[in-house]
Every structure is written in structure tokens, then in C-alpha cells.
């Protein structure tokens, strides 16, 4: 089944640019060196939209890139360039007429419900307007609608969180090291998105040179990297890139393929 994956964001936490810095990618003209926080929109052909982390420039990206429906809503982890526009999906929840569902690991829905205690506790107020989120906690492979989703267990300093596979594409953002278990779950793969910070290495993200090793043995057709500091200038970080691999930015739309049974809708 195709889908269409939208790039809303390619940058750290703290975006790019940042606030106050004078360095050459931050003042650049290039939009591609303009990043929002991580995330990306799935949107498969006469199937569900899924979401991918609830960044805190959720409301930003979703005007810009005119997204409109969100049928579900994956979360990696929860720290807050992933999870804080969570608020956002109250608009949702309104032209939808329902609430939303939305899935992670166990930690991360822990989190999830303590930092937004007034979603998943009766509100006591009148007004205001309060998403409407069902929050699942998952270990292992389940579909949304049809959507086949294989969870990929990696690691991000010291952490556990999700990357998420999808047919013959996968997204592993925010991770510097995927477990011996995990390996399997990435292999022919057509696309692979895959976190690369900088050049210097990090100790809770991959550097490019760790990247391009995950790529080398994983062998993806294409591999797109993502959640770039501002290290990363597009076009000269991408002259210097091997073939079949290149930074993602903000807007970029792709075509791939994706697992879809529809008796499991």
C-alpha cells in the first residue's frame, strides 16, 4: 500500500534557528536549513493519517503543511520536542468529533499522563477545551485501521524509546544505539530514517559517521537523516554525504511502501 510521508520537523529540541545564535546555518536564506522539532505525517492512500510525536511546533506544522486529520498518534518518547503539542490535538478532536488515539512505550505513557494529568483526570473546570487523547501502552507489533506498525526498540543515552517501522520504512529518530534484538526489525528496509545530530559525536544521538554505519549494514534503498543541530548546513553537509543517503528538511514528501491488512482494520 502507498503512503505519503510529510517531514514537519528535522531539528533538535531547540530548533533551528536558535534563539540568539549567530552561526552561518542559524542566519542562513537556504529554508531548508529552517528546522521545526521532529516529526513526520504518514498518510496512506484511502487509509488512516497517523502522526508521529507532538512536538511543541505541532499547531506551526500542521498550518504549514495543511494538515487537517489525525486518525492516530505515535509517540517515540517523551521528552518535550516530542510530546508537547499534545494540547494541539484538542483542534482535532473537534473537526473529528471524537477523541484520538495515540500509542507508546510504557515509560512515555506514564509520562504522558503525569505531565498532562488535566487530559486523563476529569477536568474540574467548565471550558476551556481539553483534548480527548485514548492512550495505549504497546510492546509489540499491532495495526491502526489496517496500518501494520512494528515498533523498534532503541536506545537514546541511557533511555529506551521507540523508533517505529512501517512496511519497508522505518523511523528511528532520537537514538544513538539500536539493541541486538532490534537489528532484525530494520532489515530490508527500502527507506530508513535515522537520527544524525552532528559531526561530533554526542552522547545520546548518533553522529553522521555513526549513521552512516547503521546505513552501511542495514543497506536501505534510500536513507534520509534527521534531527540535525545546526552543525548541519543543508547543501555542504549533503555534498559530502555517499550516495543513496542525504539530510531530510522540513516539507520534504516522500512516497513508500507500507504493510496494510485490511481485516485488521
Known amino acids: 500500500m502507498n503512503a505519503r510521508v510529510t517531514f514537519l520537523g528535522t531539528g533538535t529540541s531547540h ?112 471550558g476551556g477545551g481539553v483534548p480527548q487523547i485514548h492512550l495505549t501502552t504497546i510492546e509489540n507489533a499491532f495495526a491502526i485501521d489496517g496500518l501494520q506498525v512494528v515498533p523498534v526498540p532503541v536506545v537514546h543515552g541511557q533511555r529506551p524509546v521507540l523508533g517505529f517501522r512501517f512496511g519497508s520504512f522505518a523511523y528511528l529518530t532520537d537514538c544513538n544505539h539500536i539493541p541486538d534484538q532490534s537489528w532484525p526489525l530494520i532489515e530490508k528496509l527500502d527507506v530508513l530514517v535515522l537520527d544524525a545530530l552532528r559531526h561530533r559525536a554526542h552522547p545520546t544521538h548518533y553522529s553522521v559517521a555513526q549513521a552512516l554505519d547503521v546505513a552501511a549494514r542495514v543497506k536501505p534503498r534510500r536513507t534520509l537523516l534527521t534531527h540535525m543541530c545546526h552543525d548541519l548546513p543543508h547543501q555542504a553537509t549533503n555534498d559530502g554525504l555517499p550516495s543513496g543517503v542525504e539530510l531530510a528538511y522540513d516539507g520534504l514528501v516522500i512516497d513508500v511502501e507500507v504493510a496494510f491488512n485490511a481485516a485488521a482494520s
Do not use: W
Not at 79 to 104: E, S
Open 15 to 126: 530548533g533551528i534557528p536558535m534563539i540568539g545564535c549567530p552561526c552561518a546555518t542559524c542566519h542562513s536564506t537556504d529554508p531548508r536549513d529552517r528546522r521545526l522539532r521532529p516529526s513526520i505525517y504518514l498518510d496512506v492512500a484511502n487509509g488512516p493519517k497517523v502522526l508521529i510525536d507532538a512536538g511543541t511546533d505541532l499547531r506551526q506544522q500542521a498550518l504549514t503543511h495543511g494538515v487537517s486529520r489525525v486518525d492516530a498518534i505515535l509517540l517515540t518518547h517523551s521528552h518535550a520536542d516530542h510530546i508537547m503539542g499534545l494540547d494541539d490535538v484538542r483542534r482535532f478532536n473537534i473537526m473529528q468529533g471524537g477523541a484520538i488515539p495515540a500509542y507508546a512505550d510504557a515509560r512515555t505513557s506514564q509520562d504522558v499522563r503525569r505531565t498532562f494529568e488535566y487530559i486523563f483526570v476529569p477536568p474540574t473546570q467548565q
